[in-house]
């Protein structure tokens, strides 16, 4: 399998995850999306969304993350990272689509780069729209964790999508200078999925194309 990726790539990152955990022996190809590399003809004919990440598993390309990883999960589905109880699995997908759907797309690198190439925002401003919605979306994901009692993971004591999605998340938060301390329950799933070789590996420092 092959996996199409750019290492600050909060979606490629969320994929690296599930990869590791699931002990999926894979390569990864970087696309550097600075360079608009995922633009490119040749690219965009395998992934029609023209962004990362893309597996290539055998000729079956395949973009978003959340439908790459429920397919990761489907074919190596040890650790489950969607539960099979409903009610779980919907905790789950509650906290991954709070993340993916209202919180990353408002802040990511085309966004950015559309509010200060076109719009003609500033440094400053754009800093503070970027900031503005991860206090929105960093308070109402904190609420959801208090809901489900999370520990060391967001659901039900065991790794799942939504800690896939939380640690890249709260990367970027941290690399974009957010404050994290009024989410407690947040920064200890961040800080305990970081104890584990998946996590430590998927890595934006540890990619091949790391600071490309």
């Given amino acids: 399998m092959d996996l199409y990726s750019f290492f600050n790539s ?16 894979h390569e990864t190809i970087p696309v550097n999306i600075r360079k608009l590399e995922h633009r490119e003809a ?12 893309l597996i290539d598993d055998g000729g079956f390309h395949l973009g978003q993350s959340l439908a790459i990883i429920d397919y990761l999960d489907d074919k190596y589905p040890e650790p489950r990272l969607l539960p099979r109880d409903s009610k ?23 966004v950015l780069r559309y509010l200060t190439q076109d719009m003609g925002v500033t440094e400053a401003a754009k ?3 970027y900031q503005h919605w991860i206090a929105e979306g960093f308070a109402s994901l904190e609420a959801l964790l208090a809901r489900a009692g999370s520990g060391g993971f967001c659901i039900g004591g065991q790794v799942s999508l939504a800690d896939c999605c939380l640690v890249p998340q709260v990367a970027n938060a941290l690399r974009m200078e957010c404050d994290v301390s009024p989410y407690p329950r947040i920064r200890a799933v961040y ?21 490309q």
């Fill in 42 to 53: 040749g690219y965009v004919s395998r992934n029609p969304s023209a962004g990362v990440p």
């Fill in 127 to 129: 800093n503070q729209w």
């Fill in 88 to 110: 779980q699995r919907a905790r789950v997908l509650e906290i991954a689509n709070l993340i993916a759907c209202d919180m990353h797309p408002v802040n990511n690198l085309r």
């Fill in 191 to 211: 800080e305990h999925c970081n104890t584990l070789p998946a996590f430590q590996k998927a890595a934006p420092a540890q990619q091949p194309d790391f600071d």
């Fill in 10 to 25: 909060s979606t490629s990152y969320r994929v690296r995850i599930a990869l590791g955990l699931k002990d999926v022996a």
